[in-house]
């Protein structure tokens, strides 16, 4: 049984994958805004009111968790907000920035030292924030803030190797959920497919960037 814990797992991805690990029989804490009551049927350990863009807000709920060690963390909770060229505000990119890339940071160091030996640290990012990829410019906010998101992981992965901590950014693809109007794939058949991937990461995959079946991506 494997102890992990989600953020923003109370609606689309975030709740097919508290679903998908609680369905395994693994041990899952969210980390939440608000629960709902579809999140609370699977009966996770539920930590709602933390907004993971608040420091203190989420070094209290690492506290509430313990000292348990954690062998995988998903940080899943992020926005997007349709920000073309044409309608752009500053301060719709800097609260994407806040919340997609700022928020995995917040928990990052927030749960550090509950990560051991091939625990593994899991970005939900997206093709949109690839560089290299980018061939249809438009959605700046949530472009910008993933690839920040993705240097972030990159990061990690540099800094906490030698500690045996598996960090990668995985995207996993589109997922028929509110932020995308419905459109794309069931998000339990995405759930599903990422959770078989991070079960077959090793010490190898470190600082990649991958699909939800575990092909590589351009930065």
Known sequence: MARVVITGGETGLGLSLVRAYTDAGDRVSVICRASTPELDALTPEIHAGIDITNTA??????????DVPIDILIN???????????SLHVASVRLQFEVNALGPLNIALAFRKRLRRNSKLVNISSRLGSVGDNESGGDFGYRMSKAA?????????IDLREEGIVVVAAHPGIVATN?????????NEVARDLRATIEQLTAEATGRFIDRFGKELPW
Do not use: W, Y
């Open 57 to 66: 807000a989420v070094c209290r709920a690492a506290t509430e968790m313990g």
């Open 76 to 86: 899943n909770a992020g926005i997007m907000i349709d920000d073309q060229i044409e």
């Open 149 to 157: 998101q993705n240097m972030l992981t990159s990061n990690l992965a």
């Open 179 to 187: 932020m995308t109007g419905g459109k794309g794939t069931h998000p």
